[in-house]
């Protein structure tokens, strides 16, 4: 039974680990080569316009700030393009993630339904031990059993927690 409780456990921990790394990577997103040239061609431009700060230099920092201006309109022009595409491409595969959560999470009760997924001493439930029975207690140990739908549920919210704790693993380049 400490089998199945454990391989429950890390199905649904790696459904939410997927599930994290998407959302992470919907909201940090990418910057293409071309974004990240644009940058610097603006940061640069910027700079060479506030070196050039006399009265005789006016027109020419005058002429590179509006230049800066172009190429920052453009950027996020290219920004809005990219973040279109890559927000549908996202929904998509959170979809069929959502889809793919559903049809394991049902295999595993289907599996599981008639059987306890584990058994746990009662005094750590206490006192939701019912909550979390399946057939109430084993005679012979004296532990809880623990059905497949109380099991998804804490797997579920513990494997969620843990990943949202360890976020910092999934940012790394």
């Known amino acids: 039974m400490a089998l199945a409780a454990i391989f429950v456990f890390l199905i649904v921990s790696a459904l939410q680990l997927v599930d994290r790394y998407l959302d992470l990577a919907k909201k940090r997103g990418s910057q293409s080569d071309e974004q ?3 940058r610097l061609e603006i940061k640069q431009l910027l700079k060479e316009a506030n070196e050039l700060s006399t009265p005789s230099t006016f027109a020419q920092a005058t002429k590179l700030k509006r230049l800066a201006v172009a190429k920052e309109k ?4 290219i920004q809005e393009q990219d973040t279109k595409g890559k927000q549908s491409l996202y929904d998509k595969y959170g979809k069929i993630l959502l889809v793919t959560k ?8 289907l599996w599981f339904w008639s059987t306890p997924v584990t058994t746990v001493p009662r005094h750590l439930l206490q006192p939701f031990g ?3 029975s399946l057939r109430g207690v084993d005679s012979a140990t004296g532990n809880v059993v623990v059905g497949i739908l109380p099991w998804l549920f804490l797997t579920s919210r513990v494997s969620k927690l843990l990943c949202q704790k360890f976020s910092f693993v999934l940012l790394r380049p």
């Open 74 to 77: 453009e950027l996020t022009k």
């Open 36 to 38: 990240i040239k644009l």
């Open 130 to 132: 019912k909550m979390f």
């Open 102 to 109: 559903v049809l394991i999470y049902a295999l595993l009760v």
